[in-house]
């Protein structure tokens, strides 16, 4: 269990926590598609900031590549639910029981919802939304010739990891732009490898630490990645 403290973190360093969408995932096996908030991983996180009384100095950051992902899943989720509720609806009729199905365009009602929850965890400053899909797409290109990380490398799968290699894009990018910012990728992903902390230390001469949530879920002390 990582430990966390706030004697490890320097109060005139600026730390980002970029969080992967595999954090924010929703298995939909009980869903409310009326309402949208965080899980409780990121929540884990934000109150762990608030406690370090660091909120000035650490942000989380969910990028651009991230949300997109997150809107397809959670629009593909809406809609195979209410087909089935539709088709049951249509094909059976039972006593008692009446359902009424109207039509919806569900990605305009989640955006909306979701544009209200984000601009309240901004004014909260808890979560930023500033990391833009902005990507070197010969870079991509030559990741996924050479199966380079984080594409995967395995027979027939060199396209594999095309959103990971964005998201690692976008993260170079933004620390090109940033470099007094410190970068916490938060994922439970293993396609973030040695390979990449190597790169990202060749480029940048810093190290990249990787948060996943066995350290988010932890409410002890941290300290490792001062």
Not at 13 to 19: E, F, N
Not at 67 to 86: H, P
Not at 155 to 179: H, M, P, R
Request: aromatic residues 14%; glycine residues 4%.
């Amino acid at each position: 269990c990582i430990r966390w403290a706030r004697k490890g973190w320097s109060c005139l360093k600026k730390y980002a926590i970029v969080v992967d969408s595999n954090i924010l995932y929703t298995s939909y096996s009980r869903a409310d598609f009326n309402k949208f908030d965080f899980n409780i991983g990121l929540k884990n996180i934000i109150s762990i900031i608030n406690d370090l009384k660091m909120e000035e100095n650490i942000k989380i950051i969910i990028p651009e590549i991230v949300w997109l992902e997150i809107k397809q899943q959670r629009k593909e989720k809406f809609y195979e639910v209410y087909k089935r509720i539709k088709d049951i609806n249509e094909k059976y009729a039972l006593p008692n029981v009446k359902i009424s199905i109207g039509d919806i365009d569900y990605e305009q009602y989640f955006n909306k919802m979701l544009e209200d929850v984000m601009k309240s965890y901004t004014k909260e400053k808890k979560v930023y939304y500033d990391m833009p899909i902005n990507v070197n797409y010969n870079s991509i290109i030559r990741r996924a010739i050479n199966k380079e990380a984080p594409f995967v490398g395995g027979k027939g799968q060199s396209d594999k990891g095309f959103k990971d290699a964005v998201l690692w894009e976008s993260i170079l990018k933004y620390k090109t732009l940033n470099n007094s910012e410190s970068i916490i990728l938060y994922s439970n992903d293993d396609i973030f490898n040695e390979n990449l902390k190597e790169e990202y230390k060749a480029k940048f001469d810093q190290p990249l630490k990787i948060l996943n949530n066995e350290h988010a879920n932890c409410k002890l002390k941290w300290n490792s990645f001062c």
